[in-house]
């Protein structure tokens, strides 16, 4: 959101080549896209409100494409000259709304590319030129879908070996239960707070007796089952 909070109104300078009377008119509205630093504010500080955070980012985005189509109304070809300015929509949910849904982030790429469409049907982007938009837009929308797609893919993958190197890394093979790097962080953790809170802490040690019998007179896989039976013990009355 910084980026393009920076990047959109630099633009001017293609306004000005554009249509150098016409420029005079898009300074103000080029300075409104300074607003999507509030946008940043609502990614570092609205965590504890997804749902108004989802609603605030779309409808922003939005706001910034319909405010595109209002510069390039200003300016004499602007809709000629200005169709690539789109892909920057394209853009801002590859780079920025990673963080919400793959259904959302479908949304917006298909709600973006319909929008031009729907504000001349209206009558609010007089001369848009449909027929070479959408020979442009729409392929890049779909470009943008199959990436998003790809990228959600890939990071759910990704997810899920990390899931399963942790679980690795920190469970017993044999019973299953958390081993000793996962019970020191825990431990760890749990004075922490005990010292916070002002609470005492109890530790409790096991140790099976005359376990090594059981080994030597049975055999290991015997002591295993054993090993495995006082775990289960464990987590019943745990």
Same mark, same amino acid.
């Given at each position: 959101?910084?980026?393009?909070?920076?990047?959109?109104?630099?633009? &001017?300078? &293609?306004?000005?080549?554009?249509?150098?009377?016409?420029?005079?008119?898009?300074?103000?509205?080029?300075?409104?896209?300074?607003?999507?630093?509030?946008?940043?504010?609502?990614?570092?500080?609205?965590?504890?409100?997804?749902?108004?955070?989802?609603?605030?980012?779309?409808?922003?985005?939005?706001?910034?494409?319909?405010?595109?189509?209002?510069?390039?109304?200003?300016?004499?070809?602007?809709?000629?000259?200005?169709?690539?300015?789109?892909?920057?929509?394209?853009?801002?949910?590859?780079?920025?709304?990673?963080?919400?849904?793959?259904?959302?982030?479908?949304?917006?790429?298909?709600?973006?590319?319909?929008?031009?469409?729907?504000?001349?049907?209206?009558?609010?982007?007089?001369?848009?030129?449909?027929?070479?938009?959408?020979?442009?837009? &729409?392929?890049?929308?779909?470009?943008?879908?199959?990436?998003?797609?790809?990228?959600?893919?890939?990071?759910?993958?990704?997810?899920?070996?990390?899931?399963?190197?942790?679980?690795?890394?920190?469970?017993?093979?044999?019973?299953?239960?958390?081993?000793?790097?996962?019970?020191?962080?825990?431990?760890?953790?749990?004075?922490?707070?005990?010292?916070?809170?002002?609470?005492?802490?109890?530790?409790?040690?096991?140790?099976?007796?005359?376990?090594?019998?059981?080994?030597?007179?049975?055999?290991?896989?015997?002591?295993?089952?054993?090993? =495995?039976?006082?775990?289960?013990? =464990?987590?019943?009355?745990?």
């Amino acid at each position: 959101a910084v980026f393009f909070a920076a990047l959109l109104p630099s633009l &001017w300078v &293609w306004d000005h080549i554009t249509d150098p009377v016409g420029a005079a008119n898009t300074i103000g509205l080029r300075l409104l896209y300074l607003l999507m630093l509030v946008m940043t504010v609502g990614f570092t500080y609205g965590k504890n409100h997804r749902g108004l955070l989802v609603i605030f980012s779309m409808f922003g985005a939005l706001a910034a494409e319909a405010l595109f189509l209002a510069i390039l109304n200003r300016l004499h070809g602007g809709m000629v000259y200005g169709l690539a300015g789109f892909m920057y929509g394209m853009f801002l949910a590859l780079l920025t709304f990673q963080c919400f849904s793959l259904t959302l982030n479908l949304v917006f790429t298909l709600a973006g590319a319909a929008l031009p469409h729907v504000f001349a049907v209206l009558g609010l982007a007089p001369g848009f030129p449909h027929l070479q938009y959408a020979a442009l837009m &729409w392929p890049a929308a779909i470009l943008a879908i199959l990436a998003q797609v790809a990228m959600a893919h890939h990071y759910l993958v990704r997810y899920e070996l990390q899931r399963k190197l942790e679980l690795l890394s920190n469970t017993d093979p044999l019973t299953g239960a958390k081993n000793r790097r996962f019970f020191m962080a825990l431990l760890a953790s749990e004075k922490r707070r005990a010292l916070r809170m002002s609470q005492k802490l109890a530790l409790l040690m096991l140790d099976i007796d005359f376990f090594k019998r059981v080994n030597d007179t049975y055999g290991h896989p015997t002591g295993d089952r054993v090993i =495995c039976q006082v775990t289960d013990i =464990c987590r019943q009355v745990s």
